[in-house]
């Protein structure tokens, strides 16, 4: 894994730095993750991103224009504190979670 960064925003846009990095969700409100089409952050076809909710608020991924998250019964949330969930780019706008650790509903 790469660096580990503190994301404390509760209204979040990942760029390409956040890509190969542990983002630590950090904040007592709240914090969405939006996740933007390729033509804005001109993602690669397996870039991965992975995301510890560290604060009490949910974390909830939110799909940009044009994109699709595909997840087990259309959970996007991090439901619980100090659990995991990882997101890849699969290509053609489509972003996949891989896997989820401890109680996560993404």
């Not at 890509?19 to 409100?29: D, K, L, P, T």
């Not at 076809?45 to 595909?70: E, K, L, P, Y």
Request: hydrophobic share 35%.
């Amino acid at each position: 894994f790469g660096d580990i960064e503190t994301r404390t925003a509760t209204s979040n846009s990942p760029t390409l730095t956040w890509v190969g990095r542990i983002n630590y969700m950090e904040n007592a409100s709240a914090q969405t993750i939006t996740l933007d089409n390729e033509a804005t952050r001109d993602w690669q076809i397996g870039q991965r991103m992975d995301f510890i909710r560290q604060g009490a608020g949910t974390v909830t991924f939110a799909a940009g224009s044009g994109v699709t998250i595909n997840s087990a019964a259309g959970n996007l949330s991090i439901k619980n504190r100090y659990s995991a969930a990882s997101v890849i780019y699969k290509g053609s706008d489509v972003f996949t979670p891989p896997h989820t650790t401890g109680r996560c509903n993404i």
